[in-house]
Nanobody, 116 residues
Framework: QVQLVESGGGLVQPGGSLRLSCARS????????MGWFRRAPGMERELVAR??????QYADSVKGRFTISRDNTRQTVYLQMNDLKPDDTAVYYCYVGMWGSEPRYWGQGTQVTVNS
């Protein structure tokens, strides 16, 4: 059974930074992608960033500000978020799946609030 546990969310002022972490337990053999979605109140789910075997992808709204990475053992994926804006306020969800397909496993979510 795969479990994903996010951490690192919180309240930050505009222009600030946060680093989200997603720790994975359980085998994801065959699932080659980890990434982050977010959902703001009243909005559709949005893919923020994902990382595959040798490729990364970002939403246009976060390019140049967010960086996704994973550690060498592939047990943890990170989302470094810089120059945060109020529009980044959302619950951020980590996921595991296949590139281009719907996520297979989800974390519980972590709240990010950008507010002065």
């Amino acid at each position: 059974q795969v479990q994903l546990v996010e951490s690192g969310g919180g309240l930050v002022q505009p222009g600030g930074s946060l680093r989200l972490s997603c720790a994975r337990s359980g085998s994801i053999l065959g699932w080659n992608t980890m990434g982050w979605f977010r959902r703001a109140p009243g909005m559709e789910r949005e893919l923020v960033a994902r990382i595959g075997t040798q490729v990364t992808q970002y939403a246009d709204s976060v390019k140049g500000r967010f960086t996704i990475s994973r550690d060498n053992t592939r047990q943890t994926v990170y989302l470094q978020m810089n120059d945060l804006k109020p529009d980044d306020t959302a619950v951020y969800y980590c996921y595991v799946g296949m590139w281009g397909s719907e996520p297979r496993y989800w974390g519980q979510g972590t709240q990010v609030t950008v507010n002065s």
